[in-house]
Structures are given as C-alpha cells and as structure tokens.
C-alpha cells in the first residue's frame, strides 16, 4: 500500500514538472500546494470528528472490526492456520488501508518530498502503529481514549502541512 501512494504522489510530481502551473511569471509547485490543502483537510476534519465526539460512529467501527477480524479467525496451530491468518490479516488491513486518510497522506508527501524518506517513514510509522495495536490497544485504551488519538493525529496533520507550506514558501 505504501508503495503505491508513493507511486501515485511521485507520478502527479512528475505531471506537475512536466506541464507547470506559471501565474504573472512565477511558477507555483501544484503538487506541493496540493500536498499541504490535502495535509490541512485531514487535519481539520480529524480534529472536527475528534470534537463532535460521535461515539456511536467510533462503536459502529469497532463492531465492524471485530465482525472482519472473527471471520479471519482459525484454531491457531499449524503451518496452514498460520499462513491463512497471515494471509487474511494482509488481505484486511489492505483493504482496510485502501483509500483512507494515511493513504492519501502519503500520495501527498510523496508528491512534495523525497520518495525514499516517504517510504521509510510511512513503513516505520505503519509498523510502530501495527504493533501498539498488537501489543498494547486494549492496555493502551485504557489510557487514551479515541477522542485523544483523533486531537493528536488531527494536529499532527497540521504540522505536516505547516512545514511543507514552510518549504514551497522557502
């Protein structure tokens, strides 16, 4: 899934070099200014849903999941249990990742930086976020609720776009 996004944002890159957008004699990166209105989107729209606090939406997912997950869910022993609940597992969290918000970040921050970083960083953030929710959701849960998760990642999602604004303006 990474690799795509950052095929993707790599590719409108190269479509904006290759027909430029000039206004009164500047060029203006496209890409970049997309990047940082698809970076401000997501995070006011995280930070609106973190706000109107709608924990029926937020349980309606959980059902889903736990719904998606079950059906997955073998007895556990064995080479072919094992290859089945990794193959369901990438199946899932696939789909579950084609089209969402991390998925379109990427493309953006792909379309405005280097694509190696891109990649690094979105596996490095993917796995470090995979295994807090392996390892520790229900624990972590505890202690931080949704609503928390939502504000930080809203904000976060400013920041991104702060600085690739800070880096069309300089």
């Known amino acids: 899934m990474t690799i795509i996004s950052v095929v993707l944002g790599r590719a409108f890159h190269y479509v904006d070099g290759i027909i430029p957008f000039s206004f009164g004699g500047t060029d203006f990166p496209v890409d970049d200014i997309a990047a940082a209105c698809l970076l401000v989107y997501y995070g006011v729209t995280t930070l609106l849903d973190a706000a109107s606090g709608d924990d029926e939406k937020i349980n309606e997912e959980q059902e889903e999941a736990e719904l998606a997950v079950s059906k997955f869910s073998g007895n556990g022993a064995g080479v072919m249990s094992a290859a089945g ?11 579950a990742e084609w089209g969402d918000k991390s998925f379109f970040s990427t493309i953006a921050l792909a379309a405005a930086s280097s694509p190696l970083g891109v990649i690094a960083g979105s596996l490095a953030g993917h796995a470090i976020a995979t295994l807090i929710a392996v390892l520790g959701g229900s624990l972590l849960g505890t202690f931080l609720s949704e609503k928390i998760i939502a504000y930080i990642g ?10 690739t604004i800070v880096e069309i303006v300089t």
Do not use: D, M, Q
Request: hydrophobic share 75%; proline share 0%; aromatic share 20%.
């Open 85 to 95: 609940t990794i193959a369901s597992t990438f199946v899932l969290v696939f789909v």
């Open 154 to 163: 809203g904000s976060l999602f400013l920041a991104f776009a702060a600085i």
